[in-house]
């Protein structure tokens, strides 16, 4: 069907995670911030789900979810990256 989906949570994925939400709070351009605020609670979700014990079916799937998600914030930012060279360069 597609490729698996694994649902481990390493200290790297911690990492992640506080980064992101640290990002997210120090950020001033909004669509930035709400990018940083979501990609933390996609490694947030992992993260709590694993502390919760929570089923296998249960955590693979969040990470189908959040596998949306993250395809969908990858969209966002490449529209948002052609905007703003659209915005800023000019025609030759």
Not at 39 to 54: C, K, N, Y
């Amino acid at each position: 069907m597609g490729t698996p989906v694994k649902v481990p949570v390493t200290w790297q994925t911690v990492l992640i995670c506080v980064a992101f939400i640290l990002l997210a709070l120090q950020v001033k351009e909004r669509v930035s911030r709400a990018l940083c605020a979501l990609l933390g609670v996609t490694f947030g979700s992992r993260i709590l789900l694993a502390m919760a014990h929570a089923s296998l079916d249960t955590r693979i799937l969040n990470a189908q979810i959040m596998r949306v998600v993250e395809t969908a914030i990858l969209a966002t930012v490449c529209l948002e990256t052609v905007y703003w060279l659209m915005k800023r360069l000019k025609r030759i």
